[in-house]
C-alpha cells in the first residue's frame, strides 16, 4: 500500500516525488519543472502532449497546481522524516549523509577521494559498478572532503608541498609549488603515520612510567601513614611513661620535703624552748638587781651585788635567721638532677623508636618491581664522552666531541650524570661493556669543575662510586676507597631508598650477590652517575623494558 501511494505521487519524467505538482487537462500530473521541460521540446508548434497517454493540447495549456497531489507529497515526506529518526539506517545530524540520495539521506558507509562524495550501500554498489573500486580510493565517511579540493583549481590535491607544508593539486606543483619539495600525498600519509606511530608509542611508555610512579607515591603514602601511626603510638606510650614518673617523683619528693618540714620544725621548738627558758632567767636577774638597786645602805649594796653569781646565759643571741625556703632548696635542687635524668632516659627512649621501613627485596624479580626507565644527560656529560643508544650507552673517546657549553657539563672529568632524579625506591643495572667504569649515585649539586677534586666521584660527600674494573671492585667515599669482595659480573644491579637512607650495589649474574651497602641520610633527590678512565671504556644503562631473562 506504501508502495503504491509512493507511485501515484511520483513523477513519471523523473521518478522521483513529485516538487509542486501540477495537472494536464488530461488529468495527469507532473512536476511543473518537468512538464515544462517536455513541452519546451516539443518539436511541432503550438502542439503539446502528455508524455503518458500522448492525448494533444492546442494550444499550450496554463498549468495549475494540483493542491491535493502537494499536500499528500507534503504528508509523505513527513511520514519519511519521522521514520527517518527512528531508523538508524537514515543520517541523523551528527552523521555523513550520502550525496547521492535525492530525498531521504542514508547514512553514507565509505567517502570516495577521487571523486570527492558520499556514498551509502546502495549507491556505493552503482559507483563501484561503474568506477571499479581499485582505481578510486575509497575511505571510511568523512565530512570534510571538500577540503580535499584545490580552492585555486579545483582539482583533486593528491600531492603534499613539505616546502609549504599544504596539500595541493597536480597544476600547483607545476606552477606556484615549482622547484618545491613535493611528495605524494600517501608518501606524506605514511611517513605522517610513522611519526603518529611513535608520538603514541612515546605517549604509552609516559603513560607507564607515571603509573608506576603512582604507584610508587600511593606505596610512599602508605609507608607515611603507617610511619605516622606508628610514632604516634609510642609517642603517647612515652608520654604515658614521663607523666607515671612525674606523679612518682611527685609523690616522693612530698615525703621527703614533709620529714623535712618535721626535722626542721623539731629542731625550732627545741631552739624555741630553750631561749624562753633562758627569757625566764634574764627576767629573774633583772628582779634581783632591780631589788639591789634600791638599797640606800652603801655597804650592803656593794656586799649584795658582790654576792650575786655570774649570769648562766650569755647576753648575745645565738639564733641564726635563714629564709624558709633555704631548707628546702637542697631537695628542689636534688629533684632537679632527678628530673632531668629521667627527661635523658626518655628522650633517649624516644631516639630509639625508629620508623619502619620496608624490607628491601631479597629477589631479583622483587627489585625490578622498583626499575626505572633511565637516561644520560648530555648536558652533564664530559666533552670527551659520547652518548648514544638512546643516551643510555657511554664511550670514552680521544677525540672532543664538541659538546655545545653548559653550565652543568663536567668540565676535567670524563663523568655523566643522569637525566632523571631518584627519589623514593628505585632500582636499575648498568651494563659494563669495556674497560672500567665507576657505577655512581650522587647529588646533582656535585661541583663541576675541578676545584680540589671535589667534583670526582667519590671524593666528596655528595657522590658514592662503585669503581668496577676486569677483576675487583672498590668503593669510594669522601676520598676513602674500600675494597669491596665479590664474584665478578659485567651487569651491576644498584638499589636505593631515598627515604629509607639504603644504598645497595649488587652483582648480577645468575644470582644476585651483595657487593656493598651504604646507610646514611640523604639530604637531596640522587642521581645516577658513570665515571670512565681511559679511552674505550664503555657502558650503558639497561632500558627498563629490557628482557631481563637474557643473562
Same mark, same amino acid.
Given at each position: 500500500?506504501?508502495?503504491?501511494?509512493?507511485?501515484?505521487?511520483?513523477? *513519471?519524467?523523473?521518478?522521483?516525488?513529485?516538487?509542486?505538482?501540477?495537472?494536464?487537462?488530461?488529468?495527469?500530473?507532473?512536476? !511543473?519543472?518537468?512538464?515544462?521541460?517536455?513541452?519546451?521540446?516539443?518539436?511541432? #508548434?503550438?502542439?503539446?502532449?502528455?508524455?503518458?497517454?500522448?492525448?494533444?493540447?492546442?494550444?499550450?495549456?496554463? $498549468?495549475?497546481?494540483?493542491?491535493?497531489?502537494?499536500?499528500?507529497?507534503?504528508?509523505?515526506? @513527513?511520514?519519511?522524516?519521522?521514520?527517518?529518526?527512528?531508523?538508524?539506517?537514515?543520517?541523523?545530524?551528527?552523521?555523513?549523509?550520502?550525496?547521492?540520495?535525492?530525498?531521504?539521506?542514508?547514512?553514507?558507509?565509505?567517502?570516495?577521494?577521487?571523486?570527492? +562524495?558520499?556514498?551509502?550501500?546502495?549507491?556505493?554498489?552503482?559507483?563501484?559498478?561503474?568506477?571499479?573500486?581499485?582505481?578510486? !580510493? $575509497?575511505?571510511?565517511?568523512?565530512?570534510?572532503?571538500?577540503?580535499?579540493?584545490?580552492?585555486?583549481?579545483?582539482?583533486?590535491?593528491?600531492?603534499?608541498?613539505?616546502?609549504?607544508?599544504?596539500?595541493?593539486?597536480?597544476?600547483?606543483?607545476?606552477?606556484?609549488?615549482?622547484?618545491?619539495?613535493?611528495?605524494?600525498?600517501?608518501?606524506?600519509?605514511?611517513?605522517?603515520?610513522? @611519526?603518529?606511530?611513535?608520538?603514541?608509542?612515546?605517549?604509552?611508555?609516559?603513560?607507564?612510567?607515571?603509573?608506576?610512579?603512582?604507584?610508587?607515591?600511593?606505596?610512599?603514602?602508605?609507608?607515611?601513614?603507617?610511619?605516622?601511626?606508628?610514632?604516634? #603510638?609510642?609517642?603517647?606510650?612515652? =608520654?604515658?611513661?614521663?607523666?607515671?614518673?612525674?606523679?612518682?617523683?611527685?609523690?616522693?619528693?612530698?615525703?621527703?620535703?614533709?620529714?623535712?618540714?618535721?626535722?626542721?620544725?623539731?629542731?625550732?621548738?627545741?631552739?624555741?624552748? &630553750?631561749?624562753?627558758?633562758?627569757?625566764?632567767?634574764?627576767?629573774?636577774?633583772?628582779?634581783?638587781?632591780?631589788?639591789?638597786?634600791? +638599797?640606800?645602805?652603801?655597804?650592803?649594796?656593794?656586799?649584795?651585788?658582790?654576792?650575786?653569781?655570774?649570769?648562766?646565759?650569755?647576753?648575745?643571741?645565738?639564733?641564726?635567721?635563714?629564709?624558709?625556703?633555704?631548707?628546702?632548696?637542697?631537695?628542689?635542687?636534688?629533684?632537679?638532677?632527678?628530673?632531668? @635524668?629521667?627527661?635523658?632516659?626518655?628522650?633517649?627512649?624516644?631516639?630509639?623508636?625508629?620508623?619502619?621501613?620496608?624490607?628491601?627485596?631479597?629477589?631479583?624479580?622483587?627489585?625490578?618491581?622498583?626499575?626505572?626507565? =633511565? +637516561?644520560?644527560?648530555?648536558?652533564?656529560?664530559?666533552?670527551?664522552? !659520547?652518548?648514544?643508544?638512546?643516551?643510555?650507552?657511554?664511550?670514552?673517546?680521544?677525540?672532543?666531541?664538541?659538546?655545545?657549553?653548559?653550565?652543568?657539563?663536567?668540565?676535567?672529568?670524563?663523568?655523566?650524570?643522569?637525566?632523571? *632524579?631518584?627519589?623514593? !625506591?628505585?632500582?636499575?643495572?648498568?651494563?659494563?661493556?669495556?674497560?672500567?667504569?665507576?657505577?655512581?649515585?650522587?647529588?646533582?649539586?656535585?661541583?663541576?669543575?675541578?676545584?680540589?677534586?671535589?667534583?670526582?666521584?667519590?671524593?666528596?660527600? &655528595?657522590?658514592?662510586?662503585?669503581?668496577?674494573?676486569?677483576?675487583?671492585?672498590?668503593?669510594?667515599?669522601?676520598?676513602?676507597?674500600?675494597?669491596?669482595?665479590?664474584?665478578?659480573?659485567?651487569?651491576?644491579?644498584?638499589?636505593?631508598?631515598?627515604?629509607?637512607?639504603?644504598?645497595?650495589?649488587?652483582?648480577?649474574?645468575?644470582?644476585?650477590?651483595? $657487593?656493598?651497602?651504604?646507610?646514611? +641520610?640523604?639530604?637531596?633527590?640522587?642521581?645516577?652517575?658513570?665515571? $670512565?678512565?681511559?679511552?674505550?671504556?664503555?657502558?650503558?644503562?639497561?632500558?627498563?623494558?629490557?628482557?631481563?631473562?637474557?643473562?
Amino acid at each position: 500500500m506504501a508502495q503504491l501511494q509512493i507511485e501515484s505521487l511520483s513523477c *513519471s519524467v523523473c521518478l522521483e516525488l513529485l516538487k509542486e505538482p501540477v495537472s494536464v487537462p488530461c488529468g495527469h500530473s507532473y512536476c !511543473r519543472t518537468c512538464i515544462g521541460s517536455v513541452w519546451n521540446g516539443e518539436k511541432e #508548434k503550438d502542439v503539446y502532449s502528455c508524455p503518458q497517454c500522448r492525448q494533444r493540447f492546442t494550444p499550450r495549456p496554463v $498549468l495549475m497546481k494540483n493542491i491535493v497531489l502537494a499536500e499528500l507529497v507534503d504528508q509523505l515526506k @513527513e511520514s519519511r522524516l519521522q521514520e527517518a529518526a527512528g531508523d538508524p539506517s537514515f543520517a541523523a545530524a551528527e552523521d555523513v549523509a550520502c550525496d547521492v540520495c535525492t530525498e531521504r539521506k542514508l547514512k553514507a558507509v565509505k567517502s570516495c577521494l577521487t571523486c570527492v +562524495t558520499s556514498y551509502c550501500e546502495k549507491h556505493l554498489q552503482r559507483h563501484n559498478e561503474v568506477t571499479p573500486s581499485k582505481r578510486h !580510493r $575509497l575511505v571510511d565517511p568523512s565530512k570534510k572532503l571538500q577540503e580535499n579540493i584545490c580552492s585555486r583549481h579545483d582539482e583533486v590535491m593528491k600531492m603534499f608541498c613539505r616546502t609549504d607544508q599544504q596539500g595541493i593539486c597536480i597544476l600547483c606543483s607545476m606552477e606556484e609549488h615549482k622547484g618545491h619539495h613535493m611528495v605524494s600525498a600517501a608518501a606524506e600519509h605514511t611517513e605522517r603515520q610513522r @611519526e603518529l606511530q611513535e608520538s603514541r608509542a612515546d605517549i604509552h611508555k609516559n603513560i607507564q612510567d607515571r603509573e608506576k610512579d603512582v604507584e610508587l607515591l600511593k606505596q610512599q603514602v602508605e609507608n607515611i601513614n603507617l610511619s605516622a601511626d606508628h610514632t604516634v #603510638k609510642h609517642s603517647q606510650q612515652i =608520654i604515658t611513661e614521663l607523666i607515671r614518673v612525674l606523679h612518682r617523683r611527685s609523690s616522693e619528693l612530698e615525703k621527703e620535703v614533709r620529714s623535712k618540714q618535721h626535722a626542721e620544725v623539731s629542731l625550732v621548738r627545741v631552739l624555741q624552748e &630553750k631561749l624562753e627558758q633562758e627569757i625566764s632567767e634574764l627576767k629573774k636577774r633583772d628582779a634581783e638587781l632591780q631589788q639591789i638597786s634600791t +638599797t640606800e645602805d652603801h655597804i650592803q649594796f656593794v656586799l649584795s651585788y658582790s654576792s650575786l653569781s655570774a649570769p648562766s646565759v650569755s647576753t648575745h643571741s645565738s639564733i641564726t635567721h635563714t629564709h624558709p625556703h633555704s631548707c628546702f632548696q637542697e631537695l628542689t635542687e636534688h629533684l632537679h638532677t632527678i628530673l632531668m @635524668e629521667d627527661w635523658t632516659k626518655v628522650c633517649g627512649t624516644m631516639e630509639r623508636v625508629k620508623v619502619p621501613q620496608l624490607p628491601e627485596p631479597t629477589s631479583r624479580a622483587g627489585f625490578l618491581e622498583y626499575s626505572q626507565e =633511565i +637516561t644520560l644527560d648530555p648536558n652533564t656529560a664530559h666533552t670527551h664522552l !659520547r652518548l648514544s643508544e638512546g643516551n643510555r650507552k657511554v664511550t670514552l673517546m680521544r677525540e672532543d666531541q664538541h659538546h655545545h657549553h653548559h653550565q652543568d657539563r663536567f668540565i676535567r672529568c670524563p663523568q655523566v650524570l643522569s637525566r632523571e *632524579s631518584l627519589t623514593g !625506591r628505585c632500582y636499575w643495572e648498568v651494563e659494563v661493556v669495556r674497560g672500567g667504569v665507576g657505577v655512581v649515585v650522587a647529588y646533582e649539586s656535585i661541583s663541576r669543575d675541578w676545584g680540589g677534586r671535589d667534583c670526582v666521584f667519590g671524593y666528596n660527600h &655528595k657522590s658514592w662510586r662503585l669503581q668496577c674494573t676486569h677483576n675487583k671492585y672498590t668503593f669510594y667515599h669522601r676520598r676513602v676507597s674500600t675494597e669491596v669482595p665479590g664474584p665478578r659480573s659485567s651487569r651491576v644491579g644498584v638499589y636505593v631508598d631515598h627515604r629509607g637512607g639504603s644504598l645497595s650495589f649488587y652483582s648480577v649474574g645468575d644470582t644476585m650477590t651483595l $657487593l656493598h651497602r651504604v646507610k646514611t +641520610t640523604f639530604t637531596e633527590p640522587l642521581h645516577m652517575g658513570l665515571s $670512565l678512565n681511559h679511552e674505550g671504556d664503555t657502558a650503558e644503562v639497561c632500558a627498563s623494558n629490557q628482557e631481563w631473562t637474557k643473562l
